[in-house]
């Protein structure tokens, strides 16, 4: 690619990142010393405004780069992540939202702690959230180092590295001057842009094909190299039996995952009420299943389009097809319209990045504020005082977050998410389900039911062939490959649901019928509720 294109895309990314610092300075002139200002932004956003934030935080690097990638590379197989990103939301809106919002204050352990030993379980819960939130963290740092490296026309290892570095010290900047209030403003405004740009590309590859899905598909499994196989299940999942387990284990991990992510949790929070929460959800629900669909013609488009060596040549995992399916809509690399496009996707691509590593790291220095420092205090903090350690740990946690991102750089962003997916199912979900609906459950079973989804689910990632064993590995000179799977949560959910129920049944502690009747009460009516 050539100057012209670098320095458009450039400069409309800069805008953007000039818009949300304007934001977050703006908003840090406001109270942010309030733990309620700070986490949650006050409860005063509307069902729509935080519908289209939790899009925004959900819709990821993922989403628009790695799902479109998957799909353009491995057909049909591809699809497995929409339909497991989208269906993980009936879950949300049925068994979880309302009920976590009349439930809790701030974290997914002030649920559970609402009728257990509050030190125990807080610092199970806060450990288990900081880490999954890492891992999506990670997820987002690898998009980033492959969007930039192709927007500044290097794949080199010194431009990836330094757009990790960059997009870390944004992300810190923004949550530590901002909170609550920043973030979601700036997930809103990331959501349309992000929507705008999917539907202008989604009708330029429907014009480009004459409306003629069928010609799309066909063309597209054409040049994939593949044929029909391209078009059938199997391409990816359908090798061998490893290969089908692996197939379930993820479709698992996305579906049962969403409901125990700390960053979305979070966000029933900056509402005011549970049937605002519920309204919250639907309006997510509507913009991110419409964003998904058209994911499916845009990885199908880049098929058709760009074909798989471009993609591949770019990068490996296919991350950066949608910005390359933008360039040649555009009419190509010499043309006006292609630098135009391809520097549209690619900043809102950055601006998508920029917005959900933002939500996730302050649920993330909540947890470690508001569960981890307050209960290792062994007396309440001050309010002010937590809200300095949330802003400190969003700078530790950056840190990590930037180193683990370097050393992932090569992993696709959407298979990277399902491993977020799967140890936030296996830890998370079983003891926020437990603690909602289980009348016997105990403080042993809670902490159990964390550590033993958690514990599991990241030895068998260490253990599988993510980290070592094959060339696609993390550390392909060496093999301690013992566990087949790529994605752990076919056995560690189980693990983690199963941990809860003996750690509860062995457990010598009688439940508090009355704390539970309390928590059942709040649940359900919202009496009581923050």
Known sequence: MIGHHQALALLLFSAFVAVTLGITTWVSRNRQGSEDEFYVGGRLFSPMENGFAIAG????????????????LFGYDGLLYVVGFLVAWLVVLFLVAELVRNCGRFTLADVVAARMSERPVRIAAGTSSVTVSVLYLVAQMVGAGSLVALLLGNTGEAARAWAVIGVGALMVIYVSLGGMRATTWIQIVKAVLLLCGTIALTVLVLVRFHGDVDRLLLTAAERSGHGAAFLAPGLKYGG???????????????????????????????????????????????????????????????????????MRGSNAAGNTAVPLLALDLGGGAESTGGTVLFALVAAIAFATILAVVAGITLASSASVAHDLYASLRRRQAKPRSEVAVARIAAVGIGVVAIGLGLLA??????????????VAASANLPVLLYSLFWRGFTTRGAVWAVYGGLVPALVLVVLSPVVSGSPESLFPGVDFQYFPLQNPGLVSIPLGFLAGWLGTVTSAEIADEARHAEAEVRSLTGAGAV
């Open 240 to 310: 061998d039996w490893t290969a089908r387990f692996d197939f379930m284990s993820l479709g698992l991990a996305l579906v049962l995952g969403t409901a125990g992510l700390p960053h979305i949790l979070s966000r029933f929070y900056t509402v005011p009420t549970a049937r605002a929460a519920r309204r919250s959800v639907v309006w997510s629900i509507g913009l991110i299943g419409g964003f998904y669909l058209m994911t499916i013609v845009l990885g199908f488009g880049a098929a058709a389009i760009v074909g798989p060596e471009t």
């Open 57 to 72: 935080d959900y819709m990821s690097a993922a989403s628009f780069l790695g799902v479109a990638g998957l799909i353009a």
């Open 409 to 422: 750089r090569d992993l696709n962003v959407a298979f990277l998410v399902g491993l977020a997916f799967a």
